[in-house]
């Protein structure tokens, strides 16, 4: 270890060498980032202006937003200057930082996820008890504990991340610094480092998605034994913007950090990576504001109002 010299800079491989592409690539990634920043923003807006939206489901939904606008700014802003300047360069304490605030982030989102099913969970399966069960407090208290769930979450990860030395290549095989890249990267036995992530991985990403099973099931029940046909489609409508969001979610989720070591290709990860960062942010607020009922009606009426 002593004949070597400390990495205190890397370098981004980003996603093609293709002068051609990446004019393309970068118009693509820039329109997308600001569609996803807008479209989230609009929805933050909406949900603190607007007195229809003053219920349990859209403070969880504008707080979604949030993490969702921080989310994708951690990523795409750097990669993009990246590309319009040519410097690939990325020190040591910045990557550090990107790898925290990514996964304190997405980890948030799942936990919040979980919340928003229970909220659905108990406007469908007890709607009598709705307002007192999810009170302004009880939903304030769920947000907190999302945020604190996914700190303890990445915790231990990064402290053993923060303990890797890196003195060989110093090249990142990604176009932001994401952790299984840049464990590879170490210059000393990585094995715990992957048996802790892939572990954490299981118990953090599946805990929520039980939760979320477990509320889909019991809502599914509920609505199989409401008599008319109009009633299982209005109780159905009020979840299927969360069923949609969580799909995508947890499908670029699972695929990236629960497959086999073996399946994982740069290329793999990178398209993935994409999904994640990029268009799956910019759905969200899409499929939001076409599916949900209120939000229609708010720019129903507005229109009606210009007219």
Known sequence: MGNHTKVIVFILEGLTDDPQFKVVLFIFLLLTYLLSITGNSIIIILTLVDPHLKTPMYFFLWNFSFLEISFTTTCIPNFLVMMATGDKTISYSRCAAQVFFIFLLGASEFYLLAAMSYDR???????????????????????????IAGFFTIFVPLLLGLQLD??????????????MPVVKL???????????LFAISI???MSPCLLILSS????????????????RHKAFSTCSSHILVV??????ALFTYLQPKAAHTPASDKATALMYTVVTPALNPVIYTLRNKEVKEIKVS???CTC
């Open 302 to 304: 507005r229109d009606s």
């Open 247 to 252: 799909s995508l979610f947890y499908g670029t």
């Open 186 to 196: 170490a210059c000393v036995d990585t094995s715990q480092n992957e048996i802790v």
């Open 166 to 179: 890196f003195c060989d290549s110093n090249i990142i095989q990604h176009f932001f610094c994401d952790i």
């Open 203 to 205: 118990l953090f990403i």
């Open 121 to 147: 969970y108990v406007a469908i399966c007890k709607p009598l008890h709705y307002t007192i069960i999810m009170s302004s407090k009880i939903c304030i208290q769920l947000v907190l504990s999302c945020w």
């Open 216 to 231: 889909y099931v019991r809502i599914l029940v509920t609505i199989l034994r409401i008599p008319s046909a109009a009633g």
